[in-house]
């Protein structure tokens, strides 16, 4: 069984910086195709980026391309999300979830585990 644990969030003003970080445990890291979703107060969870198993690739949600950074370090098991630039819309709770798929993907009904998320606010 894979337990992801998510940290990292806070709250911070407009066009601040936040990392977040997602740690796995109970499988080897470099197994796991990590993505990161979001849910807004009253919203559907949705899909923010994505990185493949050796980190070679990387996909992201077009309203956070150039301000979201995804990387991970394998030998660390983990995974982070840079933030910045961020903006009040981007006030969310933040999962972490994994998959054993090669390719990336931003459909939620293909991750197998997730975290139980951290919660990032943005102030105006």
């Known amino acids: 069984q894979v337990r992801l644990v998510e940290s990292g969030g806070g709250l911070v003003q407009a066009g601040g910086s936040l990392r977040l970080s997602c740690t796995a445990s109970g499988r080897p890291f470099s197994d796991l195709s990590i993505g990161w979703f979001r849910q807004a107060l009253g919203k559907k969870r949705e899909f923010v980026a994505a990185i493949k198993m050796d980190g070679s690739d990387t996909y992201y949600t077009d309203s956070v391309k150039g301000r979201f950074t995804v990387s991970r370090d394998n030998a660390e098991n983990t995974a982070y999300l840079q933030m910045n630039s961020l903006k009040p819309e981007d006030t969310a709770v933040y999962y972490c979830?994994?998959?054993?798929?090669?390719?990336?993907?931003?459909?939620?009904?293909?991750?197998?585990?997730w975290g139980r998320g951290t919660q990032v606010t943005v102030s105006s």
């Open positions: 979830a994994a998959n054993l798929i090669i390719l990336l993907t931003a459909r939620e009904g293909l991750y197998d585990y």
